[in-house]
Structures are given as structure tokens and as C-alpha cells.
């Protein structure tokens, strides 16, 4: 079974500073995606960046970059320039793309991100 | 705009009664999926339907049940089975070609 493990539950950062947040997966698959979504305090989940593993090039999304290495199975998100905005709940997921089947996200047990003014 | 709507945002219930927690989408997707969402737990999934009239349980269905009559709709009624119902719980789509998920904004319920 596939497990997604986030070791940081709360992060600070300063306005306009650059924070990484971690995350570690396991799985025996070779295909899949791996995913940040945002929960700010609305609590609607936001997807922030989507990585497939069978690309090397890690994905970015405006302020927001991955660093994705599928041997040591490590997936973070690096983002920079800060804002007030990014205060959210950051959620690391792992689905394993099936046509047709459940295609389930299972997800990391969160990080707690506090942006600084 | 397309997209998906919970209702209600806060739910409060007594102890020993069933509640149902409504979800729709206006997105046509196939694919609906009931996520709960504990503190330091992340979203676990409850129930998921893939077409009409089908659905699957996910690793946390005790205690929950779920219809699919339309393509838009997936209600998902927690009963008195359910022995730690007070949880937020959010409803999601997906279409059947994409492995993007649109979430609704979820229902925070309350047992008392």
C-alpha cells in the first residue's frame, strides 16, 4: 500500500522569504502523480502543482517549484517570494493513474504553513 | 460557473441520528468521491462512484452510505453506526479522461 508521509506539521516563514516543505512517499509503483493542494482557512482544497514521475523535469507553477526525486522517493515544494496568501493548510497526495479505476488520492498528513508580515 | 456545491457549510446533529450531507456537481463528471478530514490525520477516503447508479466503498465506509441516482448528485448520509462522526468532510469530481480533482468547499458536521 501506498503511504505519503509530511514530517513538518507547522512551518513559518517571513514575507517575501523562500520555504521548502517536505514530503516522502512510498510506493513500489513506477507510474504516478504525486500532488500539493492548498486548504487556506476556507478550507476549499486548491491544487498547486501536479508532477507525473515519468518526467524528469520537476514542475513549477509560477512561484511555486517541486523537487522531485523518485529514487530517494521525495517530493517538496519550494515556495518562493511569500505571501500573505500562501497561509494554508499544504497537503502532499499520491494517486496512481488507472483508466477506469478508483484513481484515489492518498494523502499526507499535512503541513501548516504561516506566512509572516 | 461550473463546479461543486456542499450544503450545508455547518451541520449539527444528536447523537444516534443519521445525517446526509448533499453534494453537486454541475461539472459532468463521471467520477464523485467522499474525502473526511480529521486534525493530523490528512483526507481519508469514505465512498466513491465512478457512473450512475454505482458505487464503491473507500478505506473508511463503516458506518456511512451513499446513493448515486444522478449523474450530478452524491449524497452521503452518516449514521448512528458511525461511531466518531464529527469530522469535515468533503466531496470531490473528476472526469473520467483527467486525474485532476475539483473539491467543493465540504460540511463540517457535529455530533453532539
Known amino acids: 500500500a501506498q503511504t505519503v508521509t509530511q514530517s513538518q506539521p507547522e512551518m513559518s516563514v517571513q514575507e517575501a522569504e523562500t520555504v521548502t516543505l517536505s514530503c516522502t512517499y512510498d510506493t513500489s509503483e513506477n507510474n504516478y502523480y504525486l500532488f500539493w493542494y492548498k486548504q487556506p482557512p476556507s478550507r476549499q482544497m486548491i491544487l498547486v502543482i501536479r508532477q507525473e514521475a515519468y518526467k524528469q523535469q520537476n514542475a513549477t507553477e509560477n512561484r511555486f517549484s517541486v523537487n522531485f526525486q523518485k529514487a530517494a522517493k521525495s517530493f517538496s515544494l519550494k515556495i518562493s517570494d511569500s505571501q500573505l496568501g500562501d497561509t494554508a493548510m499544504y497537503f502532499c497526495a499520491f494517486m496512481k493513474p488507472v483508466f477506469g479505476a478508483t484513481n484515489k488520492l492518498i494523502f499526507g498528513t499535512g503541513t501548516l504553513l504561516a506566512v509572516q508580515p | 460557473d461550473g463546479g461543486i456545491t456542499q450544503s450545508p457549510k455547518y451541520l449539527f446533529r444528536k447523537e444516534g441520528q443519521n445525517v446526509t450531507l448533499s453534494c453537486e456537481q454541475n461539472?459532468?463528471?463521471?467520477?464523485m468521491y467522499w474525502y473526511r478530514q480529521d486534525p493530523g490525520q490528512g483526507l481519508r477516503l469514505i465512498y466513491y462512484s465512478q457512473i450512475v447508479n454505482d458505487f464503491q466503498k473507500g478505506d473508511i465506509a463503516e458506518g456511512y452510505s451513499v446513493s448515486r441516482e444522478k449523474k450530478e448528485s452524491f449524497p452521503l448520509t452518516v449514521t448512528s453506526a458511525q461511531k466518531n462522526p464529527t469530522a469535515f468532510y468533503l466531496c470531490?469530481?473528476?472526469?473520467?479522461?483527467?486525474?485532476?480533482?475539483?473539491f467543493g468547499s465540504g460540511t463540517r458536521l457535529t455530533v453532539v
Open positions: 461539472l459532468n463528471h463521471d467520477a
Open positions: 470531490a469530481s473528476r472526469r473520467t479522461d483527467s486525474y485532476g480533482y475539483t
